[in-house]
């Protein structure tokens, strides 16, 4: 089939990638791209595990088009930690907090947590398991991750209040 030329920011950098109508973002994302962190758990849009940050926004990327994409700004776990390899707050609270075990659901739910805590700096536990409900994990049952959530709102919050 036919490709289409579509221009991506994909974790600061700009690139251009040749991508058929039909091609998933996920699979551009982890097979040409080669940013395999964003995962496949379904295929009906529930579990989450493809979720990435774009423009602004949480988007599960199994069911979006590459083509969709054209000219965003995208963000995936890859991006996360800090040019000198230190972790993001919220990837140190995931880790400190035991908010994973097999790691699958983990690139999705930090990318949706990281635009969660954009959305809302300061969440009650209530709005930590609203605003991640569209993630699923077969592992944790979802307490510690609720902690790291918590945890890198305090994190994130001392800092802007530092600054
Ligand atoms: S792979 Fe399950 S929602 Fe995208
Ligand atoms: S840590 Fe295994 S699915 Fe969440």
Known sequence: MAKTLIKLTVNGDEMEVAVEPRDLLIHTLREQLELTGAHIGCDTSHCGACTVDLDGRSVKSCTMFAVQAD?????T???MAHADGTLHAIQEAFREMHGL???FCTPGMIMRAHRLLQENPMPTEDEIRWGISGNLC???GYQNIVKAVQMASETLSQKVAAE
């Not at 000219?71 to 963000?75: D, H, L, M, Q, V």
């Open 77 to 79: 776990v890859e991006g």
């Open 138 to 140: 077969r592992c944790t």
């Open 101 to 103: 075990q097999c790691g």
């Open 71 to 75: 000219g965003a700004e995208i963000t």
